[in-house]
């Protein structure tokens, strides 16, 4: 497969829904399309939809932190949203706007090919998982599931702008993350 022209035009696909957010900027991704780490979180927040990249503001520094202390880092890792547009006033995506993207999340997933997936918070896990319900229920257990037509190895963690109203959990995380850690190098 060729990635490039595949994400091509998957981005051709996703701007089409631009009329859906009006004066909002496509936050596509970030890093390394051959990466064996995806990572997915929820939509972008002010910070991304001016520079058009995800994680870049102060949930983004705190993402970058939290890699690092697993020797990862935008580099090595690629990066998407559940949903590519900012919702207005920075809520949450509706259940409309994540099924509006599912499909394209989910083509986005078959084209990076990953070993592993890390879902950052709720909106992620009911995106990927169909879970509605707590995030304790799934945060930081494997998940294998099917996704068109090749499985994957799941985990899910807090959303890093969680952790900035929360920062207590951070240790938690930090296990998840060390757990991605050692089914990656597996």
Not at 20 to 36: E, R, T, Y
Request: overall charge positive; proline content about 5%; some cysteine.
């Amino acid at each position: 497969m060729d990635k490039d022209k595949e994400l091509s035009k998957l981005k051709k696909k996703i701007l089409k829904f631009n009329k859906n957010f009006p004066k909002k900027n496509l936050v596509f991704a970030d890093g390394n399309k051959n990466s064996q780490v995806m990572i997915i979180g929820e939509a972008p927040g002010k910070t991304e939809d001016k520079l058009k990249k995800p994680f870049v503001g102060r949930a983004g520094k705190l993402l970058d932190e939290l890699l690092n202390c697993i020797h990862l880092d935008r580099t090595k890792v690629y990066i998407t949203n559940v949903v590519n547009y900012r919702p207005d006033k920075n809520r949450k995506p509706t259940p409309e706007e994540i099924n509006e993207f599912k499909k394209l999340l989910f083509k986005h997933i078959e084209i990076i090919s990953p070993k592993c997936i890390l879902l950052l918070g709720a909106t992620a896990a009911a995106a990927v998982l169909n879970h509605i319900g707590p995030l304790s229920e799934v945060r930081g257990k494997w998940k294998n599931i099917k996704i068109i037509n090749s499985y994957f190895d799941i985990l899910t963690t807090f959303h890093p702008a969680f952790l900035l109203r929360q920062p207590a959990r951070k240790k938690s995380t930090l296990e998840d993350l060390h757990e991605f850690k050692r089914k990656l190098s597996s």
